[in-house]
């Protein structure tokens, strides 16, 4: 056979060489073993609702006794399986295993590489390439339910972690509506004070016009706390839609939380925020969409960061020409009657995009990987808002650097020295007098640190934190957390509590700070 004659008719001898060389180093890497696989080294795509059933020569009442009659636990499944991969499968042409979309990846680098021959720089490209694979993966494998699975679920260890989550979600949290208060400076900073100011006076004399709106926002599949109280289990560390086979005591302790998260009033908090913060995103939305080709570069670029563009715009604007209409001075979308499907969908993507962000919602790629792992659940609890907020209030801020964020943030430190003030005299702590301390507490739980604020408090406990430095003394957030809390987590905080109380108590000298 004469091979060089085969190549010659493919056109680009050059270009085929090159294809066959990349992929013989991509299988001497690893880089070859595409998609979802998981830790078993088995390709995950079609699975739960969407795979074939494969027991037809059996009956369902034969089964009875290996069935899930919790229609709850039913349809969370569904939830956290069918509507994932419905998306996932719509974003990448109906590849769930991200096959194709990876290959693309491969090929750009490819490309990049073979018109580079420094090998530091090669280094640099492959480690990139590695690195920008694992994240798309990975995010994909979170959204699945996949990433980091415990060998054994049923462990002692894992079923430990959750149990302790859930015992510091009781002890820890019944303040926790008060802490939230600064929600409502979060759609100052995204809307802007004008136009928050000209909404809120339709609580009292449009009410019909602020329910109508929220229903669309619940049609879209939001403002469901008081239901499913999702947001406040992302911020406990107690999110885990896929734990199964759980005992009499694990029941037990899962409903007590769920108890909890009525009591402590969060769920009611979380959808009166999103309600009127899907009130201001649609007018807003609403507004651009009709005037898009009137609006300015910022409206230009919140719409896009919402989904909607020059490539999409026209038929969102098409249905609300025909089926919007206003209720007061509040536009109302009307996506019920309209007759485009693809619009709908956009339209309740983007109201979703807008709202989630303005009140911190932890998202798929919010969090670090280690924190999806069990033993990153329990070194990070509680910690899951200040890794969104990072993401969804600083660098976003940083982004926007308009008078709204002035605004918001100027709100958000007032409701922080409120929150402080609140919080002191319930748990009968001395207030300070020092107008520096205030606006240190205000800053500190506005939200606007992130991340940063944590790494500063982790590093007043040996004197070099932000607080140390200017001489307002350690917070008020932190004063009852030991250096093992600060570094390992609540969990590890509490057994060095206990550690100290038992000490205490056999030497019989029980100091003030032991006591508390």
Known sequence: VNFRSKFEEMGDEDSYVNEITSDIINQLKGDDRLGLIDDLGIKVAKRGPLKERTLNFINDNELEPWLENDARKVLNYYQNTLSTDIEISRAFDGDLTLDDAITTIQGEYAEVIAKTTDPKILKQIDKEKKSVINDLTSVNKIMRGMYARPDNPDSMIVRGGRIARQYLYLTRMGMVALASIIDISNPIRKHGLKTWAKTLPNLITNLEGIKLNIKEAKLAGNIHDITAPERMASFSGLGDPFASNLSAFERYTENISKFMSKINLMPVWNDTQK????????????????????????????????????????????????????????????????????????????????????????????????????????????????????????????????????????????????????????????????????????????????????????????????????????????????????????????????????GALKSGEISEADAK
Do not use: C
Request: proline share 2%.
């Open 275 to 502: 309600g009127f913060t899907s009130v201001l995103s649609q007018q807003r939305m609403i507004d651009g969409i009709k005037k898009f080709n009137k609006i300015d570069e910022k409206e230009t670029a919140y719409l896009g960061y919402l989904g909607i563009g020059s490539n999409n715009y026209k038929i969102i604007a098409d249905e609300l020409n025909q089926h919007a209409y206003k209720e007061g001075r509040l536009f109302v979308a009307n996506t019920e009657k309209w007759n485009n499907p693809e619009a709908v969908r956009i339209y309740r993507n983007a109201m979703n995009t807008d709202i989630d962000s303005t009140i911190v919602t932890v998202g798929a790629g919010d969090l670090p990987l280690w924190m999806q792992t069990e033993a990153g659940k329990v070194v990070g609890q509680f910690k899951s808002f200040v890794f969104a907020a990072t993401q969804q209030v600083l660098v976003s801020s940083l982004q926007q650097k308009d008078m709204a964020v002035l605004n918001g943030l100027i709100s958000a430190v007032g409701l922080g020295m409120m929150a402080y003030y609140f919080r002191s005299i319930i748990s009968g702590k001395e207030i300070s007098k020092d107008p520096e301390v205030w606006l240190a507490e205000g800053l500190d739980r506005s939200g606007y640190l992130g991340i940063l604020a944590d790494y500063s408090h982790i590093a007043d406990k040996v004197g070099l934190g932000a607080s140390s430095l200017l001489g307002t003394g350690e917070l008020s957030r932190y004063q009852s957390r030991n250096i093992g809390a600060s570094l390992l987590g609540p969990s590890v905080g509490l057994l060095g509590d206990a550690a100290i109380s038992i």
